[in-house]
């Protein structure tokens, strides 16, 4: 699994782990998504969920993706200091 770095302020990082998309549940979590493309791993732009159909959905502009999702992590709103 691919670690990120993510900046949630000016001093504070957090390491998120990139997840295999067979452990994603349908429950409206909001995550970023890899793809597969070329041989490669790329995150897709936007935030997305998967729906109850096992398929995954960008939130804005929404969409239904039509390709395959090969990785997945959830999205952290967490403020420090409030």
Known sequence: MAK????MSNNAMQLI???DVAEAVADGTVCHVQVRGR???YQLEG???MHDDGFW???DPAA???FPV??????L????NS
């Open 4 to 7: 990120v770095k993510t900046g």
């Open 17 to 19: 782990e990139w997840r």
């Open 39 to 41: 041989g490669i791993c």
């Open 47 to 49: 935030e997305f969920f």
């Open 57 to 59: 959905y960008r939130i």
């Open 64 to 66: 239904k993706l039509d």
């Open 70 to 75: 090969t990785h997945f992590r959830p999205v």
């Open 77 to 80: 709103e967490r403020r420090l």
